[in-house]
């Protein structure tokens, strides 16, 4: 993919992104000192019209971040929606886009710590397709690696340097034959995927590890939540989750801003169900790419239109694909 030509925002202006360098020893770069999000945008071609999902949620997510790494964004959450959808503006993207803020920490030096190194801000859109494929279920397995520790670094911060953690794992599973990883925590539960947060269903009742088990806490995995509960009638519980009971379970599925949600088949060679999507995971995931797709009026809430202005779609222009 050429991304010369796309519009970001850096240093506090939109430029191209052949334009927005960094150094080579820039801090974030050199020790993972820096924090982000992913946000998507699903472009429906039937309205011309670039839906971007639950934009406010990921930019209060990433105050939170920036904070534990005692940055300051330069902008308020209001702000970030506005120059979101200015990037995607600019853009004209028909398509569907990933949006990658992040905040870094920006001196040329050497020298591990927090304190005292400026900070930096950008934001990066990208044309982009899917992270897994949706259309079938997965094969996965359960990583030697464990999830990182709260106490080690907080897991709940979407910090850049941490995800050496689901690099390895996913590195693991796939070079093994699966097409994902899922983390145990220290004390060996249940964490999440290697990027993605995990459900099981058992019995009809729907169980995710609780935020002790060192799970960043998804914006996705927060919603998939409230559907369950509001809109499927079913019953939700938090709690710690023994490796046994993924091979026990009815349905198994991961969920995330990346990938949606993703059924899994088996996992360490057991298959899960009857190895096709349960009725639960579809029912969920029909009503999420309904709503992603601006479908389900009752859910506009969570969507930010891009190029409909003053009651006029704006047409964009040729895709970047």
């Known amino acids: 993919m050429d991304l010369s030509a796309i519009t970001v925002y850096a240093d506090g202006r939109f430029q191209k992104y052949a334009d927005a360098k960094v150094g080579l020893l820039t801090h974030g770069l050199q020790y993972g000192t820096g924090c982000f999000e992913g946000i998507r945008g699903y472009w429906v071609p039937e309205e011309r019209e670039l839906f971007l999902v639950l934009l406010r949620d990921h930019y209060e997510r990433l105050m939170i971040s920036a904070k534990i790494l005692t940055m300051t964004i330069p902008k308020s959450v209001e702000e970030l929606v506005d120059v979101t959808v200015e990037l995607c503006l600019r853009n004209r993207f028909d398509c569907h886009v990933y949006v990658r803020p992040f905040a870094y920490k920006a001196a040329e030096d050497v020298g591990v710590r927090l304190h005292n190194v400026p900070d930096a801000f950008a934001v990066v859109p990208v044309p982009f397709a899917q992270y897994i494929d949706g259309n079938r ?32 794992a996913k590195s693991e599973a796939v070079q093994n034959g699966f097409d994902e ?141």
Request: a neutral charge; charged letters at 25%; aromatic letters at 6%.
């Open 137 to 168: 279920c997965l094969d996965v397995c359960v990583s030697s690696w464990r999830r990182t520790d709260d106490t080690m670094a907080p897991p709940r911060a979407k910090i850049t340097g941490l995800y050496v953690n689901s690099a390895l």
């Open 181 to 321: 990883a899922i983390l145990l925590s220290h004390d060996g539960h249940v964490a999440e995927g290697s990027a993605e947060n995990i459900f099981i269903v058992r019995r009809g009742v729907l169980y995710t590890p609780d935020p002790s088990q060192n799970v960043l806490e998804g914006v996705t995995r927060r919603v998939i939540m409230e559907l369950a509960r509001d809109e499927l009638g079913v019953a939700i519980v938090e709690r710690s989750i023994d490796r046994g009971e993924l091979y026990a379970a009815d349905e198994v599925f991961f969920t995330g801003t990346a990938v949606g949600i993703c059924p899994v088949a088996s996992i360490d060679r057991r298959v899960i169900g009857d190895g096709t999507i349960g009725s639960i995971t579809q029912r969920l995931r029909t009503l999420y790419d309904r709503i992603v797709t601006g479908r389900e009026p009752r859910y506009e809430r969570w969507l930010t239109r891009t190029y409909l202005s003053g009651g006029v779609a704006v047409p964009p222009v040729a895709s970047l694909q």
